[in-house]
């Protein structure tokens, strides 16, 4: 019996040992502290990364290192040589543990300037062994409260125009284009968060238009978050209408910075070399070839010769008529003699006069409206105050509507060419067809500046016949 019982203690021990023995291996095989180690091949991979993706100027930027498979305890990290105008921060060492766990370093440096740095080795001591670990290329940015918003102009032809915020701009040419042909283009902003103003004119010299303005010209608040990123304002259609050195149109934006500030930007001070476009206008008109544009301009000039020609004589009786459709009623007789003549003239389409006894009716009204608010107002009747408020409103705002109308100068001219300045011996920019009725902006001497929708130039005053607007 003793030595069955000896039997059985020595086979309950021999199965505890054994099974003492399988838990640490099978711990030794499931634990990645055991089951990896850092090795030399590991610590030849290692390198101080930035934590952010963009990095400013005189603000504090963080490094950090992992060294995986190791305690914090057996680790030590020494301030690095640090070139002139970076600063050391802070320094800290912690354990973490992700994918693997191990032991991370947390570096605070502070850069004084923008630019691409290439920073010397951090040293590292593991187990007391000395390492040297590389840090990557760092790119710091400047300070967004210390940038101004700048302009950039986008060109389709792949040409940019960067409207510096620092430093006088270069007044050069940009590039050689042709008469006749158009050019787009971008205006976009840079290093703003809000436009506060946004305008622009119509150069005397080209055709010019919009062709989409984007949301940040309403107004909007973009996020305080800093973006390099280029946010579009508007896109332009830029005509040039003479040879020479062009520049750009006129645009002004006022927009706000990072730090508040308020800055007034203008395109770039560059121009345009544009030559004459018979020499190369095909090239920019968007055929395939030359015999497609050819065919294209010769449909074009026939059409162009099948319009009706309206003789002087018929541009003076049309002035003249619509100088009496000034002071007569709407709609009456001189207003059906006028579309009668224009209509033997040829002329189909054309805008209407304003006239005095519709500026007497509005302010008539608006008299009545006012008289009729004050007894409303001494009897304190609420509904009659709203009514005729809104009438008063809107019967001031159409008596200022047509007093303008009323005292803008317009004349019909007899067709022909217009120049871009006021000489004879410069190049005519554009034709008006005859009949047309076209608004005076300016004179000078014999010279009128005449607009007829997007286009304007210099005529004459031996082309046109004033319509009188009926104040003489």
Request: aromatic share 10%; charged share 20%; with cysteine.
């Amino acid at each position: 019996m003793e030595k069955q019982r000896k039997i059985r203690n020595n086979k309950f021990c021999s199965g505890f040992l054994v099974n003492i023995i399988i838990g640490i291996v099978f711990l030794s095989l499931s634990s990645p502290c055991f089951a990896q180690r850092l090795t030399y091949s590991i610590i030849k991979e290692l390198k101080v990364q930035t934590v952010n993706e963009n990095n400013f100027s005189s603000t504090d930027c963080a490094f950090e290192l992992k060294i995986p498979y190791v305690k914090s305890d057996v680790v030590q990290a020494q301030i690095p040589d640090l070139p002139s105008g970076v600063n050391f921060v802070s320094l800290r060492r912690s354990e973490y543990s992700d994918v693997e766990s191990g032991t991370k370093i947390e570096l605070w440096l502070n850069f004084s300037e923008s630019g691409r740095y290439n920073l010397r080795v951090l040293r590292v001591l593991i187990n007391n062994r000395l390492y040297y670990i590389p840090f990557e290329p760092v790119v710091i940015s400047d300070n967004p409260r210390n940038m101004l918003p700048q302009l950039v102009v986008d060109f389709d032809n792949g040409v940019e125009l960067v409207q510096q915020h620092r430093g006088k701009q270069q007044n050069k040419a940009v590039f050689t284009t042709y008469t006749g042909n158009s050019l787009k283009f971008t205006v976009s902003l840079q290093y703003a968060v809000q436009i506060i103003s946004y305008n622009w004119s119509v150069p005397k010299n080209a055709l010019f238009s919009e062709l989409e303005r984007y949301d940040i010209t309403k107004g909007t608040l973009r996020s305080s978050e800093f973006s390099e990123e280029k946010i579009p304002v508007a896109t332009f259609e830029w005509e040039p209408l003479v040879t020479g050195n062009l520049y750009l149109p006129e645009l002004r934006i006022i927009a706000t910075s990072y730090n508040g500030t308020r800055v007034e930007l203008t395109l770039p001070d560059s121009y345009i070399n544009v030559l004459k476009g018979e020499v190369n206008s095909h090239k920019n008109a968007g055929y395939d070839n030359i015999f497609a544009y050819a065919f294209t301009k010769t449909i074009k000039n026939s059409v162009k010769s099948q319009r009706t020609v309206v003789t002087p004589k018929e541009c003076e009786t049309i002035a003249q008529l619509r100088s009496h459709e000034r002071i007569n009623l709407p709609f009456g007789s001189v207003y059906k003699q006028r579309k009668n003549a224009e209509k033997m003239a040829g002329i189909e389409e054309s805008s209407n006069e304003p006239t005095w006894y519709a500026l007497w009716f509005y302010l008539g009204g608006l008299v009545l409206c006012i008289i009729l608010l004050i007894i409303f107002i001494v009897t304190k009747k609420l509904r009659g105050i709203l009514i005729f408020v809104s009438l008063s409103i809107l019967l001031g705002v159409a008596s200022v509507i047509q007093i303008t109308r009323l005292t803008e100068s317009y004349a019909v001219f007899i067709g022909g060419n217009i120049s871009s300045v006021p000489e004879k011996s410069v190049e005519a920019v554009i034709s008006i067809e005859s009949g047309k009725r076209v608004k005076i902006v300016q004179k000078a001497g014999p010279w009128v500046y005449v607009e007829y929708g997007s286009t304007g130039g210099w005529v004459t005053n031996d082309n046109i016949y004033e319509i009188s607007n009926g104040m003489r």
